[in-house]
């Protein structure tokens, strides 16, 4: 009789471990995903930022202007478009160029 109580001693304390290691267990992954989910909001907030600042950086006014400044770019007129012409033989000449006019 001894020997079984001892057994059922050894089943519940083994069972009693393990119960608490899984608590813990469970714990630690529930932090783990309560991290990692305010890093994917966290992310998902710069993402957000980042295409606004995309957008920005891409408008057309502002493309306009740093082509303009930086590069001395200017609109298209027509006194100042050249011409492509094809020949019969399929190479493509420049027509005449035209200087722009005042």
Known sequence: MIRLNLVLL??????????V????ESR?????LDRAQAQSRRLGVE??????QK???????????LAARHLQMRPVSPGITQYVTVTGDGSAGAGPVQEPRP
């Open 28 to 32: 630690r992954l529930y932090t783990a």
């Open 21 to 24: 290691h899984t608590q813990y």
């Open 10 to 19: 050894m089943a519940v304390l083994a069972s009693a471990f393990y119960l």
């Open 47 to 52: 993402h957000e930022q980042l295409v606004v």
């Open 55 to 65: 957008r920005a950086q891409a408008s057309s006014a502002r493309v306009q202007q």
